[in-house]
RNA sequence: GGCGGCGUAGCUCAGUCGGUAGAGCAGACGGCUCAUAUCCGUUAUGUCGGGGGUUCAAUUCCCUCCGCCGCUACCA
């Protein structure tokens, strides 16, 4: 029997569950239980992330221990699974002695092997962020240093020393085993993303901490925690007794397929494949990198308070309802959308109208022409034949969509059958035949036909309708729970019917819906399952009022939209943009860079820098002393390592050609455009 | 700015290695009554993002423009 063992990121525990873990949770899930379905021997790892200095400073901001506030946040974790019928074989947490233990072996291999070296650094230090600035960023007059992440200005040289590892020896040896292995991330494109990161060039990663201690102690010198990727990605081999080697590590590893969110592909396709390849140990199989879930078209996010609270979805939805939405409604890579008019119509459409209600009818018409009992044989006629051999055909076609992962093609193909079986039933109208004693035979054929399709589709819905596949099983007393069409006997009985989907009302839920606080329980940053959320140090967020989605406001009046004011903007949109007028007090080419400037300026309140694309017409001297326009809340940007705190405003023509406003001598300084 | 992708019915999307396009949902009409007012059939609509080119013929190939998304950058 062929072993598969599969993962999810562990979940960092600074924040409740929210779909988007809970959909990459499914996920694993649905592919477990089919897995199984096709023989393998399944292990399914899943599990918690709980070190940091977020988790250190949360815990103690509520009067708890790190380990106490990660004790409470994994059993929030655990319950969700349960409700969703989430049947992992192990749960890691990151505090566990197996881990903390396995994690110090791995780096202590990875040290002896000479990839792990102690760095003499002895530069800046961000606190909040965990973070090394790099040298790239110069100092400020004061001998400060601004954070390119947080643009916090730190002096802070606590880091002076900590272990690095040789990233930049595994660039060619990347590269090739990608071309070696161009399935290994899935789907393609997100492979393609891979391949030019690491061809732009690798530099060595800082995997070690002084300034955390809620974390892994790095091996004889216990100063020094292990930093995130090392930390979190190692659990992958932790979690199966890499520490003695045990038999359950010899037996699966290496992992058969990883899953993850789109926005810790690079961790998951570069760092850990080269801290594998330095610990000697192979690499896994395959990654599938999914998309996020949009709400109404928009990325959830704590700040629009559109996050989707599972816990919400399940008082009006069955897990089974919930799972096969997820699994029907995207494909794998796409983000997905979700509405709950989207959500109220699929099932209903395909599980209560549809699937549901095909057992029903044929339940209630075994029950009323034979009680519930079939005696003797039946007759069957091509159709019944073309029936069974219908469902041969869906077998075939959808354990090949399953084996890519194309859960939402494959259910498609699913309820397409299932239409075909309640067209049959229109095309042989059982009401009729039983009007005819001649007709019982026949009568019965069809009746018992429907019975192993229904048994036989059920099993191919297994993996994702945990719960009903269980009853229709029960219903039609189908033992053996494999693939292939059922052949039933011809003498047998049927349990009673129940009602597998109950019908949503949408406007009862929408009702109750909007009448629940739904915000305040689960506000959650809702990006798709994240391994570490804010432990990411340079995860790129975009930021949400940002161009990607329109704003509220601006959405809505769109939907208004007359012609006259489409595209128009409120006051209070415009009074966002926080513009002065700032004095340029120095300026200077940026180097190696041709059409940067680095501007200081004086903005009445502070200095600040600012870089600006402006080289190639402007010469720093004719800038000095100016009073110019800039905006001053723009949110912090690095470019070319030096952090730019604002925009200077200019016209621009065709050939992107800037003309700079200069402002009379006399306008005070910090004065607000409006 | 660079690389990649996308833009097809009111909505969600499939598809065409060139011969003017489909599936589900929503809509309209009809049929059945076993079933959770469910099911089945018929059916309207699309200048296949705009423009140009190659061709007997383009939605499908090429160019260009517009819009959107992803990664990335000397945009901020």
New binding site residues.
Partial sequence: MEKFYLTTPIYYVNDVPHIGHAYTTILADVIKRYKQLRGFRVFFLTGTDEHGQKIERSAAKQGLTPKQLSDAMVEHFQKLWATLRIEYDAFIRTTDDIHVRGVQKIFSRVMEKGDIYLGDYSGHYCISCENFIPDSVEETPEGKRTCPDCGRPTDNRVGEKCYFFRLSAYGDRLLKFFEENPEFVTPR??M??VV??VK?GLRDLSVTRSTVKWGVPVPGDPGQTVYVWFDALSNYITAIDFLDEGERFREFWPADLHIMA??IL?YHAVYWPAFLMAAGLPLPRKELIHGWWLKD?R?MSKSSGNVLDPHILLKHFSPDAIRYFLMR?A?IG??G?FSHE?FI?RV???????W???????T??IE?YFANSFQGGGLYTEKEKEIAAGYRRLEKAVLELFDQYQFNRGL?MIF?Y???L??Y???T????L?KDEANRPHLAGVLKTLCRAIASVNTLLSPILTDTSATVRLIFASPDPGLGWKELPEEFSIGQG??????VDSKAFFAEAEASPTRAAAATSAKGATMQETRIPDA?I?PQAA???PSAESHAVSQAGTAATEGLIEITDFRKVQMIVAKVLAAEK?E??????KLQVDTGSDTRT??????LYYKPEELVGRRII??KN??P?????IL?Q???LAASDAD?RPYIPILPEETPIGAILK
């Fill in positions: 494109s997100r393609n993303e030019s990161f732009m789109k926005d690079k078209e990325k409604e494909s796409a983000d959308n989207g119509n209903n459409t395909d599980l209560t109208n549809d549901a209600n095909l057992v029903s009818r044929t209630g018409m009323k498609e397409e299932v239409n075909r309640n067209r039933i229109v095309e109208q059982p009401w009729n039983a129940t009602q597998l989907f109950p019908r790129n975009p161009a990607a989605a940026v190696k860079a041709d059409k940067l400037l600012l870089v600006a694309g402006i080289a800039i905006v723009l949110k940007a690095k470019l070319r390592g730019s604002g925009m200077i992107n």
